[in-house]
């Protein structure tokens, strides 16, 4: 992307955290509640992570609220999109985190570039972060605009592809984080199977209180053991973003807290107390 493209009335500079601002494309794809869900779920379990892989890493938001909040981490990105691969270096420049982030311009189905980066971490990757895109070909039109539509559309693959990418890259007790539309759920357990992943946590983004249905789930996998006999159950959490009238809710807010960001002091505050919800259960 060229000084003029980034300089002009197409790209927004926004918070992301209460410390790193990114340049996003205004009709270009932006990060979204998905991307702050898999870094919030990814730091709640890898606190102490230092060598973390972000696979897709789009304009960098995920691998920066990482590196923002995993002190000791270092990140590394594959971005496939030149539009996103350039947005992704600038934005890590323009946060001073240019030593601890690095993003590739590559393809996450691309297991020699894979090996390249193995090659620096012989152990593998303690944490691995993705957000594929969730329409399968055909169920959608792609957008004109080319990063748009290979975030939205699985152009390069879907939850497969990043399972398969994910389970070579992850070290002996690494953690994969990846978010996935809710109707995908049959394709995440069969993918994760089929490479040797076993689902240990999800947390299912419901849009509000009282309806049924989620907008999608954020799944965290660890390597299955052979011979280990029947696995515990994972853990599952609600995340609800409105309450039953529309209003923010209090986990909602909390999100948000947890980056630094403050919510807007002229919305209406929740009346609702709990909308995180823990329990353990089968994923389903």
């Known amino acids: 992307m060229s000084q003029s493209l980034l300089d002009s009335t197409d790209v927004t500079d926004d918070a992301l955290t209460d410390r790193v601002r990114v340049f996003q494309r205004r009709r270009g794809h932006r990060y979204s509640v998905d991307d702050v869900a898999t870094a919030w779920v990814a730091i709640r379990a890898r606190p102490e992570a230092s060598a973390c892989l972000d696979l897709g890493c789009g304009l960098g938001s995920v691998s920066l609220m990482l590196a923002d909040r995993l002190p000791l981490s270092r990140v590394v990105g594959i971005e496939a999109q030149a539009v996103s691969f350039a947005l992704a270096q600038r934005n890590i420049e323009r946060n001073g985190l240019a030593e601890r982030v690095t993003v590739h311009l590559g393809d996450l189905r691309d297991g020699a570039l894979i090996e390249r980066l193995l090659s620096q971490r012989p152990g593998g ?28 559309v699985e152009l390069r693959g879907g939850v497969e592809v990043y399972l398969e990418a994910a389970v070579r890259a992850l070290g002996p ?7 996935a539309q809710a109707e995908l759920a049959a394709r995440v357990r069969a993918g994760a199977a089929a490479v040797g992943l076993r689902v240990v946590s ?3 983004v419901v849009p509000r209180a009282g309806r049924t249905g989620q907008l999608f789930s954020v799944y965290g996998f660890v390597r299955a053991v052979s011979g280990a006999g029947s696995a515990s159950e994972p853990l599952i959490e609600q995340l609800v973003l409105r309450d039953a009238d529309g209003t923010r809710s209090e986990a909602a807010r909390a999100l948000r807290g947890f980056f630094g960001l403050q919510s807007n002091p002229d919305e209406p505050v929740s009346l609702a107390r709990a909308s995180l919800r823990v329990g353990a259960a089968t994923a389903g």
């Open 173 to 179: 007790a690494g953690l994969f984080v990846m978010c």
């Open 125 to 152: 990757f303690e944490l691995v972060t993705g957000t594929p895109p969730y329409k399968p070909p055909g169920s959608a039109t792609p957008s004109p605009d080319s990063q748009r539509a290979h975030a939205r």
């Open 202 to 204: 999800r947390v299912d």
